[in-house]
């Protein structure tokens, strides 16, 4: 729902902060790693990590993308929630996390506070494909623009079609009709789809 939210530091500490958008303040909660990025800054730009649950709406900020990108895996495991997820980036740098969970560094990850022994596996079990496949660079990657045709295949596969049959249909449209736009690739795939 929010991508960034980009304003003036109201008030800050190292586990929230309260940012002035466009005269409205939002309270977002930070790791210690994004705090030690924008303590000494008036203005920011923080992306952000919506999370919803029956009790609370809250917002997680994050100084990079990599940061909330290894945030929202986190979460993603069995156990964590969005605070341990925070606890988890507050007690080591996000790249020290990364290649504890893609080496296996079991010990490492035990010693984050509210992380026991069976959650360190899982987060070990359930990243470490993920992690490697993003590449050691994912956390200082910042969004690139995508070719044409990479980003008619992600609408198509955000949109339900299997990669592959996404892949074989737009190949076969850019050999025919080469220098198409995207939303022009995308309607000859739907189409054909």
Request: proline share 5%.
């Amino acid at each position: 729902m929010y991508a960034y939210l980009k304003g003036r530091l109201a008030y800050k500490a190292p586990t929230h902060v309260v940012m002035d958008v466009g005269g409205v303040g939002y309270h977002v909660h930070i790791s210690l790693h994004t705090y030690s990025q924008i303590k000494d800054t008036e203005q920011c730009k923080l992306y952000i990590s919506f999370q919803v649950r029956e009790d609370a709406h809250t917002l997680f900020g994050f100084a990079d993308e990599g940061e909330r990108s290894l945030f929202e895996h986190l979460i993603s495991v069995s156990g964590i929630g969005p605070n341990t997820g925070r606890m988890i980036l507050s007690s080591i740098t996000p790249e020290e996390i990364q290649s504890a969970i893609i080496q296996g560094n079991v010990p490492l990850i035990q010693r984050i506070k509210g992380i026991g022994p069976k959650t360190a596996q899982r987060l070990v079990l359930e990243l470490q494909d993920k992690l490697k496949k993003q590449g050691p660079d994912a956390l200082i990657a910042v969004h690139t623009p995508q070719s044409v045709p990479e980003e008619a295949l992600s609408a198509l596969v955000m949109l339900g079609f299997a990669r592959a049959q996404a892949e074989k249909v737009l190949a076969g449209i850019i050999q025919t009709a080469p220098g198409l736009s995207v939303e022009a690739l995308i309607k000859s795939a739907l189409k054909k789809l």
